[in-house]
């Protein structure tokens, strides 16, 4: 698997961008997913592996019981999709991990907590394309059809109604990235979107160790991260934009004005 660490600023920005030029349009558009991490040794693991015990039982009675008290919350359709993804957004262990279009924004998520500035975050770095050229036949030409990069949330209600339909589509195992429906500004301002695993046991990074093609991890060094942070706060990329609202405000607020040490 590519990982690099590099040692400044300059060189950060080049790790990030590096995969960004497109020549089939001459345009600089990353065709990747980027998920920041404020410690290197973090897993790829969802918030339903982090339950522990039998997870994978769990899974389709948290959904059911979500579905059931949250009824008075409105979502765009009645559908599986629409409902996990309302889920993961307010907290709900599922097998969902968050993702985001801008490095920059993943890049905040590695400096974030001021408790691990001792130590090296990291941002992996999918290519999505190259991840969907894995999917099974079905999904893969569907999406083909579309002329999409990410499954839009109607195709995905469509064709796999119900998680379980997933791992029958194929023997392998496969990750597949989607966008949910706006559901609030925090979807929007963190340009996100999701990866969902066609079984809920499905460690990512271990699947991505076996695709090392799709994949680059970019190590955030401690020792560069106070500059890091103190130059994503000047750009305006900061929890206050990130979280509308006074909870984003206030964490923001909070992390700003604390001392270096």
């Given at each position: 698997?590519?990982?690099?660490?590099?040692?400044?600023?300059?060189?950060?920005?080049?790790?990030?961008?590096?995969?960004?030029?497109?020549?089939?349009?001459?345009?600089?558009?990353?065709?990747?997913?980027?998920?920041?991490?404020?410690?290197?040794?973090?897993?790829l693991e969802t918030s339903?592996?982090?339950?522990?015990?039998?997870?994978?039982?769990?899974?389709?009675?948290?959904?059911?019981?979500?579905?059931?008290?949250?009824?008075?919350?409105?979502?765009?359709?009645?559908?599986?999709?629409?409902?996990?993804?309302?889920?993961?957004?307010?907290?709900?262990?599922?097998?969902?991990?968050?993702?985001?279009?801008?490095?920059?924004?993943?890049?905040?998520?590695?400096?974030?907590?001021?408790?691990?500035?001792?130590?090296?975050?990291?941002?992996?770095?999918?290519?999505?394309?190259?991840?969907?050229?894995?999917?099974?036949?079905?999904?893969?030409?569907?999406?083909?059809?579309?002329?999409?990069?990410?499954?839009?949330?109607?195709?995905?209600?469509?064709?796999?109604?119900?998680?379980?339909?997933?791992?029958?589509?194929?023997?392998?195992?496969?990750?597949?990235?989607?966008?949910?429906?706006?559901?609030?500004?925090?979807?929007?301002?963190?340009?996100?979107?999701?990866?969902?695993?066609?079984?809920?046991?499905?460690?990512?990074?271990?699947?991505?160790?076996?695709?090392?093609?799709?994949?680059?991890?970019?190590?955030?060094?401690?020792?560069?991260?106070?500059?890091?942070?103190?130059?994503?706060?000047?750009?305006?990329?900061?929890?206050?934009?990130l979280f509308p609202g006074?909870?984003?405000?206030?964490?923001?607020?909070?992390?700003?004005?604390?001392?270096?040490?």
């Open positions: 698997m590519n990982t690099t660490r590099p040692t400044s600023w300059n060189e950060l920005q080049d790790a990030l961008f590096a995969d960004a030029w497109d020549p089939e349009i001459e345009r600089h558009r990353s065709r990747c997913a980027y998920r920041g991490l404020s410690d290197a040794t973090y897993k339903l592996m982090r339950l522990r015990g039998r997870y994978q039982e769990l899974e389709r009675h948290l959904l059911r019981n979500f579905r059931k008290y949250a009824h008075r919350r409105m979502v765009e359709r009645e559908t599986l999709w629409h409902w996990i993804s309302l889920a993961q957004h307010h907290g709900l262990p599922t097998r969902l991990l968050d993702w985001t279009y801008s490095p920059l924004i993943a890049l905040h998520f590695a400096t974030a907590n001021l408790a691990k500035f001792d130590i090296d975050g990291i941002i992996w770095s999918v290519d999505y394309r190259k991840a969907h050229q894995l999917l099974p036949q079905p999904l893969k030409k569907a999406l083909d059809r579309e002329g999409a990069n990410i499954f839009p949330i109607n195709m995905l209600t469509g064709m796999v109604p119900e998680l379980d339909k997933m791992e029958s589509m194929s023997d392998s195992e496969y990750v597949l990235f989607f966008e949910p429906a706006s559901v609030d500004d925090r979807i929007i301002n963190q340009h996100a979107f999701f990866s969902v695993t066609s079984r809920p046991d499905i460690a990512l990074d271990d699947y991505l160790s076996h695709h090392p093609n799709i994949t680059r991890r970019i190590i955030i060094p401690a020792e560069i991260k106070w500059e890091i942070r103190d130059k994503l706060d000047q750009a305006n990329i900061t929890e206050r934009v006074l909870e984003g405000l206030s964490t923001w607020l909070k992390r700003h004005y604390s001392p270096k040490q």
